[in-house]
């Protein structure tokens, strides 16, 4: 009882952009879109279940992923964040992390820049550990959770305090390395950290310091943190920290290499051990004090593990113990950071779904109402960027302004939107009741279908996607709101199809092969059964025309063996190919080895074609396991053989593992030619299987009585004779 459904993930970018390039309004472009994807998938054949389509565009589907905001706001797992964000001059338009490659704007390619922006923020780090450990629930492969665990990317350090002198603030730094605690000669805060502004008044060179943190704000985190790099900061002259083990004071700088918001975004720098710090201190001739040593003499910096030494009382300790010792002593805290951050939810863009907020001057941000939801987008005519950075929503003045829920008063809509990533958090649970408008879905119904037992998809969507949606569906297990608090038990990888010659398909390249003037060409079945038969399942493989037709051709030869049909013919050989076959495709659907299942029924169609006659039942068998790779050309082969129901109702075949091996043959057991007994063993047995069999007969052995025999003779198909 198979729940094989198909939706419309069709919120974002692509389509907005190409509404804005062809003048087509979003909504426009999706519907012809989704119907023409639509017509495609049934003319390939797909046994998705229509009844139960949705669309994360539709307002009955996206008034639910505003509801699941709304839970996680009340829940104080949705909050608004001055952040960086990465900023694209050129388009003039906000991008997520995930739109920047390789420091460039997806769009036109153009540097990307940051930009301070209020934004609404996920709280995903919160669930990080969660969702480490419970990879483990899962049956995923393993390269799914490796990835998804270096992207969580946990680091086991501690956090402690150096003081300012003349200052009571302190600086609050996260290292992985506290045993070299007595190597610090300075400490850094990123640009962005909020003590850097106030320090930067105490200090003697506040102009300097301020064009400095002007200057790496605009910079991209990447770019920041490149190995190869050269590594530049400033000194906050004038101010100094104090070092909680030794009472040592240091100086203060500031550094791009630092990133705000990882760990506390400040680090006490170890030039002797890290090897950042070390090109640091070389440049701006910092001092360097060795405090790790083990028993090979290395060159600084050496990052590894040793004994301590120049470290008072804690001189002789491996690093490991005194990691514990000196975070005792100093009174901090042992910390688990992740290289996961918070998730940024807001877009400043027309094509996504409205945030379900209200700002009030009185009562500051406000939800909306559930009994209000969904908030639908305005239709407008103009939904480009703007040049400002807000959203295209900013300007519809009639939807913006509104009234407060709590104080009735004036008051504002949110204008960002949530990122595409959003309707896709969950959209799998709306399969199991996709009409329902009480509830996201029935309780009773997702209680009967459970965990999603198999998610198959793209590579690319190992990290986001799936993370995002781990963590919509862990938080809605919390809430009480689903049975289960992982969403997919499987996870299985489709390679994509390349285009001809190796490369990925694109339209700028001119490789696109369509489906439409395949299926025109060759055929639905055809396609389908090259694509499972080009490869792996999971691994990118070229089109290639020339193969198409080698498959088309196995068909061909299926179809014409209707003629040579006849009840009356009896073909043991052809029963043991029958239930081999059988078997083979049974077990390589189950493993998604679609490859080899087709090169087994392609094996057995070349044996059946060099009879005169076959057997109805071989045939039939035949059609019945390749019904789900050719369901047209089966489902009509099966009509002309005159049944009334369809083939795809059939029952699967079951494979008659007595009847995979060839016929049983009687040899006759003699010990110094005298006859003792009798083998019964396959007619094909091999010589050496045929005396090894014959060796441990229990009449033969008696005979032998525990001597090697002096020579087996073997009489093929006949006897064996030992003589001892
Ligand atoms: C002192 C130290 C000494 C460090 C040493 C390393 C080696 P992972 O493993 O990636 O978590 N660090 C901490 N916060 C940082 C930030 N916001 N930006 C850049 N670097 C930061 O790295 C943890 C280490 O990265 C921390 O441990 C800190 O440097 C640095 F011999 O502290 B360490």
């Not at 051990?273 to 040593?293: C, G, Q, T």
């Not at 779904?353 to 908030?375: A, N, R, S, T």
């Not at 040579?564 to 043991?576: A, F, G, M, R, W």
């Not at 005159?642 to 083939?647: F, P, V």
Request: hydrophobic share 35%; charged share 25%; aromatic share 10%.
């Amino acid at each position: 009882n198979v729940l094989f459904p198909i939706g419309w993930d069709a919120f974002g970018l692509p389509t907005e952009n190409y509404a804005i390039k062809t003048k087509t309004h979003p909504k426009i472009i999706t519907k012809n879109n989704t119907d023409t994807f639509r017509k495609q998938l049934k003319s390939v054949g797909f046994s998705f279940d229509w009844s139960r389509e949705v669309n994360t565009t539709d307002p009955s589907y996206y008034k639910w992923t505003q509801w699941i905001f709304l839970q996680l706001y009340k829940q104080g797992l949705a909050y608004k964040k001055r952040a960086l964000i990465n900023w694209c001059p050129s388009c003039k338009i906000g991008l997520a992390n995930e739109e920047v490659i390789d420091g460039k704007c997806e769009r036109c390619g153009n540097p990307v820049e940051k930009r301070e922006k209020e934004q609404w923020m996920l709280a995903i780090t919160k669930y990080a550990q969660r969702l480490y450990d419970d990879l483990d629930k899962t049956q995923f492969p393993d390269r799914v959770k490796i990835l998804q665990r270096n992207w969580i990317g946990p680091s086991n350090g501690s956090e402690l305090e150096f003081s300012i002198k003349g200052s009571v603030n302190k600086i609050r730094v996260f290292t992985t390395r506290i045993d070299t605690l007595f190597g610090v000669t300075y400490v850094v805060l990123a640009p962005e950290h909020p003590l850097v502004s106030g320090l930067a008044l105490d200090a003697t060179n506040t102009a300097e310091i301020e064009a400095y943190v002007q200057e790496s704000k605009r910079k991209l985190d990447l770019e920041r943190t490149a190995e190869d790099r050269e590594k530049t900061g400033i000194e906050l002259k004038g101010v100094r920290a104090t070092n909680p083990a030794t009472s040592e004071e240091v100086p203060v700088w500031i550094a791009d290499y630092v990133l705000a918001d990882y760990g506390t975004g400040a680090v006490m720098a170890v030039p002797a051990h890290d090897e950042r710090d070390h090109a640091f201190a070389k440049k701006y001739n910092l001092p360097i004090k060795e405090v790790v040593k083990n028993d090979k003499e290395e060159v600084l910096p050496f990052a590894g593990y040793g004994k301590l030494i120049n470290s008072g009382q804690f001189d002789g300790l491996t690093s490991e113990e005194a990691k514990k010792k000196i975070t005792e002593f100093v009174g901090g805290q042992t910390i688990t950071t992740y290289k996961l951050r918070d998730w940024v939810f807001s877009r400043q863009r027309y094509w996504g779904e409205p945030i379900p907020m209200i700002h009030c001057v009185k009562d500051g941000w406000v939800p909306v109402p559930e009994k209000d939801l969904p908030v639908t987008l305005p239709n407008v005519e103009n939904y480009l960027p703007t040049d400002n950075g807000e959203s295209p929503l900013a300007i519809v003045t009639d939807w913006v302004n509104t009234t407060c829920p709590v104080c009735g008063g004036p008051a504002k809509r949110e204008t960002d939107t949530m990122p595409n990533w959003a309707g896709s958090s969950w959209y799998f649970l709306r399969y199991m009741d996709p009409q329902n408008d009480e509830k996201f879905a029935d309780q009773d119904k997702l209680k009967y279908w459970g965990q999603v037992d198999w998610y198959n998809g793209g590579a690319e969507h190992i990290t986001l996607h799936l993370l995002y949606s781990r963590f919509w569906h862990k938080f809605l297990s919390d809430i009480g709101a689903v049975p289960q608090d992982e969403p997919y038990l499987r996870r299985s990888i489709t390679g994509i199809v390349l285009g001809e010659g190796g490369v990925k398909m694109s339209k700028s390249k001119g490789n696109v092969i369509n489906p439409d003037t395949v299926i025109q060409t060759y055929g639905a079945d055809p396609l389908r059964l090259y694509e499972m038969f080009m490869g792996p399942f999971d691994q990118a493989i070229a089109w290639d025309t020339k193969s198409i037709i080698g498959v088309r051709r196995f068909l061909e030869k299926v179809w014409r063996l209707q003629n040579k049909i006849n009840h009356e013919t009896k073909d043991p050989s052809l029963d043991i190919i029958t239930n081999k076959t059988i078997k083979k495709v049974g077990e390589d659907i189950e493993t998604m080895s679609f490859n080899t299942a087709i090169s087994a029924m392609m094996i057995m169609v070349n044996s059946l074609e060099e009879k005169d006659s076959i057997p109805g039942n071989s045939y039939e068998s035949l059609l019945k396991i390749l019904a789900p790779f050719a369901p047209f050309v089966c489902e009509e082969i099966w009509h002309n053989l005159g049944h009334i129901t369809s083939i795809h109702k059939e029952i699967w075949p079951v494979a008659d593992e007595s009847k995979m091996v060839s016929e049983q043959i009687k040899l006759v057991l003699q010990v110094n030619g005298k006859v003792r007994d009798t083998l019964i063993v396959p007619a094909n047995m091999s010589e050496d299987e045929a005396k090894t069999a014959a060796l441990k007969n229990e009449s033969v052995q008696k005979w032998l009585a525990g001597n090697q025999p002096k020579q087996v003779i073997y009489v093929p198909g006949r006897l064996i004779n030992v003589v001892t």
